[in-house]
């Protein structure tokens, strides 16, 4: 698939957002065909808004405190990404879970990245359990979200090997590498139109 134009993606983020660093850096190198128009946190001190700014991207904070529900907050969300024409939403270390109607609203719409090979070892604390389980060999996912947590249908993965001594914090930092490699790359793939989604299984179409 041909675009006409670049594809409009909007990242949501809970922390210091080096994932979206990443992906503005791929950005601004020429290697990701894509406009970085929003970024969207439910903290007002996240560093990943600070990010956004410095990068011409609007830097938008919605206090989850100011909703009634999550039902409410993930409305005011969809707003913000409508508002700014957002084609694919990509989740940067983004620490709530989103709900049914968010995900219903963007069917095949949303990416996030984990620091482990789903579907082992979903959900908080992906190293620690690997270490805990004594896994020779980690990693990290990018797949397509549903309604249940790092449950959908997996993009790609990147092998990490554990290494005798490694701490959780080794281990989450060979990862993360690995991971700013691995999301700019997912992306690129859905921008030049190169996913198919069959059932659970994502193909990935030739060049």
């Known amino acids: 698939m041909i675009r006409s134009e670049s594809l409009r993606i909007g990242v949501l983020a809970s922390g210091r957002?080096?994932?979206?660093?990443?992906?503005?850096?791929?950005?601004?190198?020429?290697?990701?065909?894509?406009?970085?128009?929003?970024?969207?946190?439910?903290?007002?001190?996240?560093?990943?808004?600070?990010?956004?700014?410095?990068?011409?991207?609007?830097?938008?904070?919605?206090?989850?405190?100011?909703?009634?529900?999550?039902?409410?907050?993930?409305?005011?969300?969809?707003?913000?990404?409508?508002?700014?024409?957002?084609?694919?939403?990509?989740?940067?270390?983004?620490?709530?879970?989103?709900?049914?109607?968010?995900?219903?609203?963007?069917?095949?719409?949303?990416?996030?990245?984990?620091?482990?090979?789903?579907?082992?070892?979903?959900?908080?604390?992906?190293?620690?359990?690997?270490?805990?389980?004594?896994?020779?060999?980690?990693?990290a996912t990018v797949h397509f979200v549903d309604e249940g947590v790092d449950s959908g249908p997996i993009i790609c993965q990147v092998p990490v090997p554990v290494r005798e001594g490694d701490t959780e914090e080794t281990l989450a930092a060979r990862i993360l590498a690995e991971e700013h490699q691995l999301y700019p790359r997912a992306i690129r793939l859905f921008a030049e139109g190169r996913l198919a989604l069959v059932g659970r299984r994502v193909v990935v179409r030739e060049d």
Not at 18 to 44: M, W
Not at 54 to 65: N, Y
Not at 69 to 98: I, K, N, P, S, T
Not at 112 to 120: D, F, Q, S, T
């Open 17 to 139: 957002g080096s994932n979206l660093q990443a992906i503005i850096d791929a950005i601004e190198a020429g290697r990701l065909d894509c406009r970085l128009p929003v970024v969207v946190s439910d903290r007002a001190d996240a560093q990943a808004l600070e990010r956004a700014r410095k990068h011409g991207a609007k830097a938008v904070f919605l206090d989850p405190r100011a909703y009634g529900d999550r039902e409410a907050f993930d409305q005011a969300m969809l707003g913000v990404l409508a508002e700014h024409r957002v084609e694919l939403v990509c989740l940067a270390g983004y620490m709530r879970v989103l709900g049914a109607s968010f995900v219903r609203a963007l069917p095949g719409q949303i990416m996030n990245i984990h620091p482990a090979l789903l579907p082992a070892f979903p959900g908080l604390h992906a190293q620690r359990q690997a270490l805990q389980y004594g896994v020779k060999v980690a990693g």
